[in-house]
Protein backbone atom coordinates (compact mmCIF):
# COMPACT_ATOMS: atom_id res chain seq x y z
CA UNK A 1 0.00 0.00 0.00
CA UNK A 2 2.94 2.24 0.84
CA UNK A 3 4.05 4.82 -0.35
CA UNK A 4 0.43 6.19 -0.99
CA UNK A 5 0.74 8.71 -3.92
CA UNK A 6 -3.02 10.83 -3.86
CA UNK A 7 -4.64 12.35 -6.09
CA UNK A 8 -3.73 8.79 -8.23
CA UNK A 9 -4.57 10.49 -11.53
CA UNK A 10 -1.96 13.56 -10.72
CA UNK A 11 -0.09 12.97 -6.92
CA UNK A 12 -0.49 16.08 -4.83
CA UNK A 13 0.64 13.91 -1.53
CA UNK A 14 2.57 11.41 -0.21
CA UNK A 15 1.30 9.26 2.15
CA UNK A 16 4.59 7.17 4.19
CA UNK A 17 4.71 4.39 6.52
CA UNK A 18 8.20 3.92 7.81
CA UNK A 19 7.85 1.64 11.10
CA UNK A 20 4.97 0.51 12.82
CA UNK A 21 4.04 3.39 14.87
CA UNK A 22 4.64 6.95 12.02
CA UNK A 23 3.29 7.90 9.09
CA UNK A 24 4.36 11.28 7.34
CA UNK A 25 2.59 13.12 4.85
CA UNK A 26 4.54 15.08 2.09
CA UNK A 27 3.03 18.14 0.79
CA UNK A 28 4.50 18.66 -2.94
CA UNK A 29 1.85 20.74 -4.96
CA UNK A 30 4.45 22.61 -7.69
CA UNK A 31 7.11 24.87 -6.15
CA UNK A 32 4.93 25.66 -2.66
CA UNK A 33 2.67 23.51 -2.18
CA UNK A 34 -0.34 25.26 -2.11
CA UNK A 35 -3.16 23.98 -0.30
CA UNK A 36 -6.00 23.60 -3.35
CA UNK A 37 -9.08 22.34 -3.11
CA UNK A 38 -7.72 18.78 -4.90
CA UNK A 39 -5.28 18.54 -2.53
CA UNK A 40 -7.16 18.87 0.56
CA UNK A 41 -10.13 16.33 -0.79
CA UNK A 42 -8.25 14.47 -2.91
CA UNK A 43 -5.14 14.02 -0.84
CA UNK A 44 -5.14 14.64 2.86
CA UNK A 45 -8.54 13.78 3.84
CA UNK A 46 -8.37 10.38 2.27
CA UNK A 47 -4.58 10.03 3.44
CA UNK A 48 -5.76 10.57 7.04
CA UNK A 49 -8.18 8.30 6.53
CA UNK A 50 -5.70 6.09 5.52
CA UNK A 51 -3.56 6.43 8.60
CA UNK A 52 -6.10 6.34 10.63
CA UNK A 53 -7.51 3.15 9.62
CA UNK A 54 -4.27 1.46 9.77
CA UNK A 55 -3.88 3.15 13.37
CA UNK A 56 -7.29 1.44 14.52
CA UNK A 57 -6.52 -1.81 12.98
CA UNK A 58 -3.26 -2.00 14.88
CA UNK A 59 -5.16 -0.66 18.29
CA UNK A 60 -7.55 -3.04 18.25
CA UNK A 61 -5.42 -5.86 17.61
CA UNK A 62 -3.38 -4.88 20.93
CA UNK A 63 -6.73 -4.53 22.66
CA UNK A 64 -7.95 -7.96 22.10
CA UNK A 65 -4.32 -9.98 22.19
CA UNK A 66 -3.67 -7.98 25.59
CA UNK A 67 -0.38 -5.97 24.08
CA UNK A 68 0.97 -3.35 26.24
CA UNK A 69 3.30 -2.57 23.75
CA UNK A 70 1.36 -1.92 20.35
CA UNK A 71 -0.95 0.10 19.85
CA UNK A 72 1.49 3.70 19.61
CA UNK A 73 1.12 5.89 16.66
CA UNK A 74 2.11 9.63 15.41
CA UNK A 75 1.93 11.74 12.48
CA UNK A 76 4.41 14.01 10.54
CA UNK A 77 2.75 16.75 7.88
CA UNK A 78 6.19 18.01 5.97
CA UNK A 79 6.93 20.19 2.69
CA UNK A 80 8.23 19.06 -0.36
CA UNK A 81 11.42 16.80 0.55
CA UNK A 82 13.30 17.48 -1.98
CA UNK A 83 13.64 21.77 -1.45
CA UNK A 84 14.32 23.71 1.76
CA UNK A 85 12.17 26.93 0.75
CA UNK A 86 8.35 26.10 2.05
CA UNK A 87 6.34 24.32 3.63
CA UNK A 88 3.38 25.14 2.14
CA UNK A 89 2.45 28.76 0.37
CA UNK A 90 -0.65 28.32 2.08
CA UNK A 91 -4.18 28.03 0.29
CA UNK A 92 -4.62 28.37 -3.80
CA UNK A 93 -6.51 31.79 -2.96
CA UNK A 94 -7.76 32.18 -6.47
CA UNK A 95 -9.81 29.21 -6.89
CA UNK A 96 -11.00 28.70 -3.13
CA UNK A 97 -11.98 32.22 -2.97
CA UNK A 98 -14.46 32.01 -5.46
CA UNK A 99 -15.83 28.69 -3.79
CA UNK A 100 -18.45 29.64 -1.29
CA UNK A 101 -18.45 25.96 0.08
CA UNK A 102 -14.61 25.89 0.70
CA UNK A 103 -14.47 27.48 4.08
CA UNK A 104 -17.76 24.97 5.53
CA UNK A 105 -17.60 22.37 3.66
CA UNK A 106 -14.06 21.45 2.75
CA UNK A 107 -11.11 23.87 4.64
CA UNK A 108 -12.79 23.61 8.46
CA UNK A 109 -13.51 19.66 8.25
CA UNK A 110 -10.20 19.50 7.39
CA UNK A 111 -9.00 21.72 10.48
CA UNK A 112 -11.36 19.87 13.08
CA UNK A 113 -10.12 16.67 11.99
CA UNK A 114 -6.88 17.24 12.74
CA UNK A 115 -7.83 18.90 15.72
CA UNK A 116 -9.43 16.00 16.47
CA UNK A 117 -6.46 13.50 15.43
CA UNK A 118 -6.29 9.91 17.13
CA UNK A 119 -2.38 10.14 17.29
CA UNK A 120 0.01 13.21 18.10
CA UNK A 121 0.23 15.07 15.11
CA UNK A 122 3.63 17.09 14.16
CA UNK A 123 4.60 19.85 11.48
CA UNK A 124 7.86 19.32 10.57
CA UNK A 125 7.75 23.42 9.02
CA UNK A 126 10.74 23.03 6.67
CA UNK A 127 10.58 26.72 4.88
CA UNK A 128 7.79 29.51 4.69
CA UNK A 129 4.19 28.82 6.42
CA UNK A 130 1.74 31.07 5.36
CA UNK A 131 -1.94 31.50 5.93
CA UNK A 132 -3.94 28.07 5.07
CA UNK A 133 -0.69 26.06 6.13
CA UNK A 134 0.18 28.13 9.12
CA UNK A 135 -3.74 27.66 10.58
CA UNK A 136 -2.97 23.72 9.23
CA UNK A 137 0.27 23.95 11.39
CA UNK A 138 -2.04 25.26 14.51
CA UNK A 139 -4.02 22.47 14.10
CA UNK A 140 -1.04 19.90 14.73
CA UNK A 141 0.28 19.07 18.53
CA UNK A 142 3.70 19.91 17.60
CA UNK A 143 5.49 22.61 15.70
CA UNK A 144 9.30 22.14 14.51
CA UNK A 145 10.81 24.31 12.48
CA UNK A 146 14.00 25.25 10.26
CA UNK A 147 16.14 27.88 12.36
CA UNK A 148 15.87 30.23 9.08
CA UNK A 149 19.63 30.19 9.35
CA UNK A 150 20.57 28.74 5.75
CA UNK A 151 17.56 30.64 4.01
CA UNK A 152 14.73 32.76 5.52
CA UNK A 153 11.73 31.13 6.55
CA UNK A 154 9.05 32.79 7.88
CA UNK A 155 5.62 32.62 9.32
CA UNK A 156 2.62 34.62 8.86
CA UNK A 157 -0.61 35.02 8.38
CA UNK A 158 -1.08 38.05 5.68
CA UNK A 159 -4.84 38.20 5.15
CA UNK A 160 -4.85 41.63 7.11
CA UNK A 161 -2.08 42.93 3.90
CA UNK A 162 -4.33 41.49 0.76
CA UNK A 163 -8.02 42.21 2.29
CA UNK A 164 -9.68 38.80 3.01
CA UNK A 165 -11.44 38.63 5.88
CA UNK A 166 -10.76 35.43 8.12
CA UNK A 167 -13.15 32.39 8.64
CA UNK A 168 -14.68 31.76 12.23
CA UNK A 169 -12.47 28.82 11.99
CA UNK A 170 -9.00 30.72 11.96
CA UNK A 171 -10.06 33.17 14.75
CA UNK A 172 -11.23 30.48 16.91
CA UNK A 173 -8.19 28.36 16.69
CA UNK A 174 -5.67 31.39 17.02
CA UNK A 175 -7.79 31.99 20.24
CA UNK A 176 -7.36 28.55 21.18
CA UNK A 177 -3.80 28.03 20.62
CA UNK A 178 -2.43 31.17 21.03
CA UNK A 179 -3.21 32.87 24.47
CA UNK A 180 -1.53 36.43 25.01
CA UNK A 181 -3.95 38.63 23.20
CA UNK A 182 -1.08 40.89 21.79
CA UNK A 183 0.56 37.99 20.54
CA UNK A 184 -3.16 37.13 19.23
CA UNK A 185 -3.18 40.86 17.65
CA UNK A 186 0.74 40.17 15.85
CA UNK A 187 -0.65 37.77 14.04
CA UNK A 188 -3.82 38.79 12.69
CA UNK A 189 -4.05 42.75 12.54
CA UNK A 190 -0.34 43.41 11.95
CA UNK A 191 -0.23 40.13 9.55
CA UNK A 192 3.26 40.03 11.29
CA UNK A 193 5.84 38.21 9.10
CA UNK A 194 7.73 35.83 12.13
CA UNK A 195 11.59 34.71 11.62
CA UNK A 196 11.92 31.14 12.95
CA UNK A 197 13.72 32.94 15.93
CA UNK A 198 10.78 35.07 16.59
CA UNK A 199 8.10 32.16 16.76
CA UNK A 200 10.07 29.95 19.10
CA UNK A 201 10.60 33.20 21.30
CA UNK A 202 6.75 33.42 21.11
CA UNK A 203 5.58 29.98 22.07
CA UNK A 204 4.45 29.55 18.50
CA UNK A 205 6.67 26.58 18.04
CA UNK A 206 8.07 23.53 20.03
CA UNK A 207 12.06 23.39 18.33
CA UNK A 208 13.91 24.84 16.02
CA UNK A 209 16.30 22.75 13.61
CA UNK A 210 19.55 23.78 12.29
CA UNK A 211 20.43 22.03 9.30
CA UNK A 212 18.13 20.74 5.76
CA UNK A 213 14.38 19.22 5.63
CA UNK A 214 16.21 15.59 6.49
CA UNK A 215 17.57 17.59 9.37
CA UNK A 216 14.00 18.76 10.35
CA UNK A 217 12.33 15.63 9.69
CA UNK A 218 14.93 13.34 12.10
CA UNK A 219 14.26 16.02 14.90
CA UNK A 220 10.59 15.33 14.00
CA UNK A 221 10.23 11.49 14.05
CA UNK A 222 12.58 12.06 17.74
CA UNK A 223 9.28 13.82 19.06
CA UNK A 224 6.73 11.00 17.22
CA UNK A 225 8.88 8.52 19.08
CA UNK A 226 8.82 9.91 22.65
CA UNK A 227 4.97 10.47 22.25
CA UNK A 228 3.50 8.23 20.25
CA UNK A 229 3.05 5.84 23.43
CA UNK A 230 0.67 8.45 24.43
CA UNK A 231 -2.34 6.55 22.06
CA UNK A 232 -1.84 3.44 23.19
CA UNK A 233 -4.78 3.76 25.26
CA UNK A 234 -6.96 5.54 22.44
CA UNK A 235 -7.87 8.56 24.30
CA UNK A 236 -5.47 11.07 23.00
CA UNK A 237 -7.95 11.92 20.11
CA UNK A 238 -11.66 12.60 22.99
CA UNK A 239 -9.12 14.97 25.11
CA UNK A 240 -8.57 16.86 22.65
CA UNK A 241 -11.41 17.19 21.53
CA UNK A 242 -12.86 17.92 24.76
CA UNK A 243 -9.97 20.50 25.04
CA UNK A 244 -11.07 22.18 21.99
CA UNK A 245 -14.90 21.87 22.02
CA UNK A 246 -15.38 25.21 22.00
CA UNK A 247 -13.11 25.81 19.09
CA UNK A 248 -14.82 22.81 17.20
CA UNK A 249 -18.30 24.44 17.51
CA UNK A 250 -17.24 27.94 16.56
CA UNK A 251 -15.65 25.95 13.32
CA UNK A 252 -19.04 24.33 12.68
CA UNK A 253 -20.82 27.95 12.67
CA UNK A 254 -19.06 29.16 9.63
CA UNK A 255 -21.95 30.83 7.46
CA UNK A 256 -22.39 30.26 3.98
CA UNK A 257 -25.42 30.64 2.30
CA UNK A 258 -27.29 27.76 1.00
CA UNK A 259 -28.82 28.22 -2.45
CA UNK A 260 -29.61 24.60 -5.11
CA UNK A 261 -26.42 25.31 -6.74
CA UNK A 262 -24.05 26.11 -3.42
CA UNK A 263 -25.91 22.83 -2.52
CA UNK A 264 -24.67 20.87 -5.29
CA UNK A 265 -21.67 22.27 -5.89
CA UNK A 266 -20.76 21.29 -2.28
CA UNK A 267 -22.04 17.90 -3.57
CA UNK A 268 -20.25 17.67 -6.65
CA UNK A 269 -17.12 18.68 -4.19
CA UNK A 270 -18.02 15.80 -1.75
CA UNK A 271 -18.88 13.30 -4.46
Known amino acids: ?5 LPTN ?11 SLWIIELHNGVDSRLSIDLIEKGLKPALDAVERDWRD ?13 GKGALIIVGKRDQDKFFSNGLDYE ?15 LLARLLTFPIPTIAAINGHCYAGAFMLSLTCDYRIMTDGSTRNAWLCMNEV ?34 TAKEAYDDGLLDHLVTGKTVDILRKAEEIADKVS ?3 Q ?15 LTTIRQDFRTITASVDDAAARSRL
Open 1 to 5: MYPLS
Open 58 to 70: QWRATQNDKDKSG
Open 233 to 247: QGVWGLIRADIYRDT
Open 10 to 20: GPLITLTHPKP
Open 161 to 194: HFGAIWPFSFAAIVRAKVGDHRLQRKISLEGHRF
Open 95 to 109: SVAQDPNFFPVIFNP
Open 229 to 231: SNA
